[in-house]
Nanobody, 122 residues
Framework: QVQLVESGGGLVQPGGSLKLSCAATGFAFSNRIMGWYRQAPGKEREMVALIDRADGGTTSYTDSVKGRFTISRDNAKNTAYLQMNSLKPEDTAVYYC??????????????WGQGTQVTVSS
């Protein structure tokens, strides 16, 4: 059974930092691209960052977080991370971990964690 469990969210002042973790079970973690997404109230869910399969693999970021957020992974621990620095109020959202896995029927299915709330406010 695929499970993604996020942790590390909380309330932080503008300019502060948080590190989110995503513990994954039920699939071959090291074989899959991992993603972090976020959804703010009244807005659609958006991709924040992606990381390729290898530790230190190729990464990509949405423009609004480039230079402030860093995605990483530890394949030995089956865990993905999102280091968030210089946080802004507009980063306030529920942050989700995501993986796409093939189905028995040949399609692909998105799996999501339960989300962790990040609130940036003074």
């Amino acid at each position: 059974q695929v499970q993604l469990v996020e942790s590390g969210g909380g309330l932080v002042q503008p300019g502060g930092s948080l590190k989110l973790s995503c513990a994954a079970t039920g699939f071959a973690f090291s074989n899959r691209i991992m993603g972090w997404y976020r959804q703010a109230p009244g807005k659609e869910r958006e991709m924040v960052a992606l990381i390729d399969r290898a530790d230190g693999g190729t990464t990509s970021y949405t423009d609004s977080v480039k230079g402030r957020f860093t995605i990483s992974r530890d394949n030995a621990k089956n865990t993905a991370y999102l280091q968030m620095n210089s946080l802004k109020p507009e980063d306030t959202a529920v942050y989700y971990c995501q993986v796409v896995l093939p189905t028995a029927g040949g399609d692909f299915h998105d799996y999501w964690g339960q989300g962790t709330q990040v609130t940036v406010s003074s």
